[in-house]
């Protein structure tokens, strides 16, 4: 009875009450992702989307309610990103709000069309409620694809807080674990319909099955997990806790380094290789032998220094690159890793003839995008996948084709948004590539969270965020054979948004037969 009044109320709003409500409900989903977790503000947030979907006059109303949606649950879930405009206030501050509002508004047109599509192409029910979940997980699988990809936050990783609801990723991914969720939440909307009260009650019924066979699916690949490591390696992880704003000033760059060779120098022997996160200190390693020689100075014996650096190539070359360098004893590189997908405005400026300002980082020019991704084998060590920065949040995209390796770098300077929400949520974007690959991910970040994370996504060590400090750690072993999902998790993605987004028009003519009005 309650919900079929607030159903009703919903259906006599006008325009601005209807967008009104749309901004809350989008605000109130963004609080379920990471850090918060507020979970179970989910239902109320999809089942007020429904209602709205299903209020709206016209397809277009239908859109705006999604687009008001999405645009407050992007704006509240990815606030931090004018963090990075405020490290220079002078110069960028004022366009921090800009940055937060425009990409906000470009996202929100995912849940914009999953709204209309909902309206438009499936019935009351079941039909509208599985649209609406294929087409909200097709739209964060476009929004990862298209002008260079941004899966930042699909709502699958509202699950990190628990090891046991985040393992189904192995399986589907993060973005099955989205499709199941915006169903979940959006369920309990079929209980203010009309019709038999066993079909209104099954969505919530089916809803509540799912989420209690992923939570015991997981609960029960854990049960059998092993704990194993990789023998003979010690990895010493550094976090320098530089604040961006001091990191690149010219007077402070030889106490930069002297804090990174501090660090390293930590705790007496033991460690196998030394880890440095993304451009750790502001010299161009590869081609500066003195200070080259200075981080050589920490590396183990036998072992290797592994350090985020600017690349600059040898004399005449063009431009530089976003790298992770192996440094050996002897002060020589053995191997290098170039950043392959690059972050506009961060790293590159796309449209740089026409667009009035430069990008975010140190120096003018735009970074070159090395070749792609590649496994690195190194004396010492398995052969591993590095990963710069925002590489690691792309869902099956995180190893390089034709030769997997056995664990992933992922090195990331997380200072330029402070102590807010985005490095948490870049954390658990991270631990999810780890349960969807099966394979070990150790996490080097400058001001934090450095982090070695298993193949099952458990979080085995850690540095807090804004702590300065050195962590020592033992390698965990890659999980035998290829997860579902990095077998063929793609085909199986596919099969379930395209049953789930035909099921709405199939349904829609069984609704009305059975009598379950709008």
Not at 161 to 174: L, N, R, T
Not at 231 to 237: A, D, E, S, T
Not at 455 to 474: E, I, N, Q
């Amino acid at each position: 009875m309650i919900l079929a009044r607030a159903r009703a109320a919903a259906a006599s709003w006008g325009r601005f009450r209807r967008i009104a409500a749309a901004l809350l409900l989008g605000a109130l989903a963004a609080a379920a992702l990471p850090p918060v977790h507020a979970v179970f503000l989910l239902p109320v947030s999809f089942v007020g989307l429904v209602w709205l979907i299903e209020a709206a006059p016209r397809g277009r109303a239908a859109f705006a309610a999604g687009w008001w949606f999405g645009f407050a649950y992007f704006c509240t879930g990815m606030y931090w990103v004018a963090e990075a405009f405020m490290v220079e206030a002078e110069r960028y501050g004022a366009l921090a709000p800009f940055a937060v509002v425009s990409l906000s508004a470009y996202l929100a047109l995912f849940p914009g069309v999953a709204a209309l599509c909902a309206h438009r192409l499936a019935g009351p029910g079941w039909g509208r409620l599985l649209m609406l979940a294929g087409a909200w997980t097709a739209g964060e699988w476009l929004r990862g694809v298209l002008f260079t990809g941004l899966p930042w936050n699909p709502l699958g990783s509202v699950w990190a807080f628990s090891d046991a609801m985040i393992q189904p990723a192995a399986w589907i991914g993060v973005f099955g674990l989205s499709l199941v969720t915006v169903f979940a939440a959006a369920a309990p909307a079929a209980l203010a319909g009309g019709g038999p009260v066993a079909l209104r009650a099954s969505p919530a019924l089916v809803a509540v099955a799912l989420l209690a066979a992923g939570w015991g699916g997981g609960a029960l690949r854990l049960a059998g997990a092993a704990d194993e490591t990789v023998p003979g390696v010690r990895l010493r992880i550094v976090q320098g806790n530089i604040p961006q704003r001091l990191k690149w000033q010219p007077a402070l760059r030889e106490a930069h380094l002297a804090t990174y060779l501090a660090l390293s120098g930590l705790h007496g022997g033991g460690a196998t290789h030394v880890i440095w996160p993304e451009t750790a200190v502001p010299f161009a390693l590869d081609s500066d032998a003195r200070h080259r020689a200075a981080a050589a100075s920490v590396v183990p014996e036998g072992g290797l220094l592994l350090a985020g650096s600017v690349r600059t190539g040898p004399p005449g070359t063009a431009g530089a690159w976003n790298s992770v360098l192996a440094i050996d004893a002897q002060a020589r590189v053995v191997a290098a890793y170039d950043k392959a997908h690059l972050v506009p405005f961060g790293e590159y400026v796309p449209l740089r003839g026409i667009l009035p300002f430069g990008k975010l980082t140190e120096g003018r020019g735009d970074f070159n995008a090395g070749p792609g991704l590649r496994t690195i084998a190194l004396d010492g060590l398995p052969p591993f996948g590095a990963l710069i920065c925002y590489e690691a949040i792309f869902p099956g995209a995180v190893t390089a084709p034709g030769s997997r390796p056995r664990w992933l770098l992922n090195v990331t300077n997380d200072a330029w948004f402070g102590d807010s929400a985005g490095p948490r949520q870049h954390l658990a974007a991270a631990r999810m590539r780890a349960v969807e690959e099966g394979l070990p991910l150790v996490r080097a970040a400058n001001t934090g969270i450095s982090a070695v994370i298993d193949g099952y996504g458990r979080v085995r060590h850690r540095l807090g965020l804004g702590v300065r400090g050195v962590m020592d750690a033992p390698l965990p072993r890659a999980l035998e054979g290829l997860t579902l999902f990095a077998r063929a998790g793609w085909l199986v993605l596919a099969g379930l948004l395209l049953a789930t987004v035909a099921a709405g028009p199939l349904l829609r003519s069984r609704h009305r037969a059975t009598g379950m009005s709008p």
